[in-house]
């Protein structure tokens, strides 16, 4: 999930799976997760010579039967915790093990109340391609000048090359190279629609995902978005390498933060070939927030109180780190914000819950993305850039709205002399999904993960400015 959200997500750590003797005893149900909605997961029960365990399922997530070592509790329960993700159960099996109930943790505390189901539920979402492809898949790694690896799939057509090719650039926090979310990976799906359609394509999972290993902690915890665009830089290069690869026709594509990256690569590479921005701001972070949070909170159903009071404190809280704030001067603030998100939601929690909550925001708020992202503005970068621009943007997108950046990426180009490209799709979210209302709670609901109209529209784009008759 992009980091321009203010929410809380099931963080997973994966794991080795174990393999056990005995079938688990499985319980499916949902946790309601403020803002994302309903998270489907499996929980397994087993209890045997090898020790208690819970196997964690969230098919939305990626995750499959990840365990984690349990105990029994005084009164019964059956107690599991993953320390590195701050994730608890404590949950009970009633006498014929049909019902399991209890509670979840992590931040906040969520009911359980699962029923037992005899095969694991999994996801699959309409648009998600299967194999065989007609076309040729190819593992890329290569190595970043900081000294880790970054791994993907180049996907190249069959027949006659060498094709242009697209560099796929995910959105804010870290993302594998499909950029999977709650069941969807549209990182595929734009993949292999361009593929089929003499495009090649190269998507990455980013630094410390899947493939793209980083030893050095401190790489993560310390980039920026400009650090990010030194990787996509990186897959750039290694695209040109390929003999089925024209290396004169070689762009990105860069899906919200990566709509501030991609222009990044594009004025340090004089022989990029076109950039294109799918929901990508034009103004600064700290104003892409501001609207930000006022739509997800009118989404949810807030008052024009509630929304206030969170622009009001929002826009104190970035004045004041601008001007070098601590901690402590942001702290009132920050639980000013979290206490209209929890009454908006619906959310009762005791104090240390709350102080946890406020903690997390302070070291989110000061952490170097964040920091870089606020004060950041992506317009005078946008406008220097020489190739073609396709802007796209769905107008429902709650998280970087059209109506405010659009025009502003437009102006920019156009005052500079650039080649722009804009188009707003109705009724699209941030995703780029068929939408009512936006609501970020909708993502996982919706059944398609990419509108085919926006792929197709961004195809043929691609093929004329990249077509050398």
């Not at 149900?29 to 964690?56: K, R, S």
């Not at 014929?96 to 539920?121: A, N």
């Amino acid at each position: 999930m992009t980091r321009f959200i203010p929410h809380y997500l099931l963080w997973l750590v994966l794991c080795t799976p174990v393999a056990f003797a005995d079938e688990p005893r499985l319980y499916t149900g949902a946790i309601d997760i403020p803002t994302l909605g309903e998270l489907e997961m499996t929980l397994g029960i087993v209890d045997n010579g090898q020790g208690i365990y819970i196997l964690l399922t969230v098919p939305s997530q990626g995750a499959l039967n990840i365990p984690l070592k349990a105990t029994h509790g005084k009164d019964g329960s059956i107690v599991a915790q993953l320390q590195e993700a701050n994730l608890s159960f404590s949950v009970f099996e009633n006498e014929d093990c049909s019902i399991l109930s209890g509670e979840m943790y992590q931040g906040l505390t969520f009911p359980i109340d699962f029923k037992r189901v005899d095969i694991m539920p999994t996801l699959q979402r309409q648009q998600t391609p299967e194999a065989p492809f007609p076309y040729t898949e190819r593992e890329i790694t290569a190595l970043h000048s900081a000294g880790f690896l970054l791994q993907g799939t180049l996907t190249i057509p069959d027949g006659e090359g060498p094709y242009p090719c697209a560099v796929l650039i995910s959105g804010s926090g870290q993302q594998d190279r499909d950029e999977s979310i709650l069941g969807h990976k549209p990182f595929l799906v734009i993949a292999d629609f361009l593929t089929r359609n003499g495009i090649a394509v190269l998507r990455y999972d980013d630094r410390g995902v899947g493939g793209s290993v980083v030893e050095d902690i401190a790489l993560l915890q310390n980039a920026t978005t400009e650090d990010f665009a030194s990787d996509a830089a990186v897959m750039v290069h290694a695209a040109r390498l390929h003999p089925e690869i024209d290396p004169r026709r070689v762009g990105v594509i860069g899906h919200s933060e990566g709509g501030i990256i991609g222009p990044m690569v594009a004025i340090n590479d004089d022989a990029l070939s076109f950039v294109v921005l799918l929901a990508g701001p034009g103004v600064p972070g700290h104003e892409i927030l501001l609207l930000q949070q006022s739509l997800i909170l009118k989404s949810q159903g807030a008052t024009d109180e509630q929304i206030d009071r969170v622009e009001n404190a929002s826009l104190s809280m970035y004045e004041l780190l601008d001007a070098g704030a601590s901690y402590e001067e942001v702290a009132d603030l920050m639980v000013e914000l979290s206490m209209v998100q929890l009454e908006v939601q619906g959310i009762s929690v005791n104090q240390e819950e709350l102080d946890q909550l406020v903690l997390s925001g302070q070291k989110q708020l000061f952490s170097p993305w964040m920091k870089y992202f606020l004060f950041y503005d992506p317009a005078p970068t946008i406008a220097a850039v020489d190739c073609p621009i396709l802007a796209m943007n769905g107008s429902l997108d709650l998280q970087v709205d059209s109506r405010q950046n659009l025009p502003v990426i437009a102006q920019s180009v156009e005052a500079a002399g650039g080649n722009i490209t804009i188009a707003e799709f109705e009724n699209l979210n941030h995703l780029f999904q068929p939408t009512n209302t936006g609501a970020i709670s909708e993502y996982g609901q919706i059944d398609v993960t990419f509108d085919e109209q926006a792929l197709e529209y961004m195809t043929v784009w691609l093929q004329e400015v990249t077509d050398e008759d």
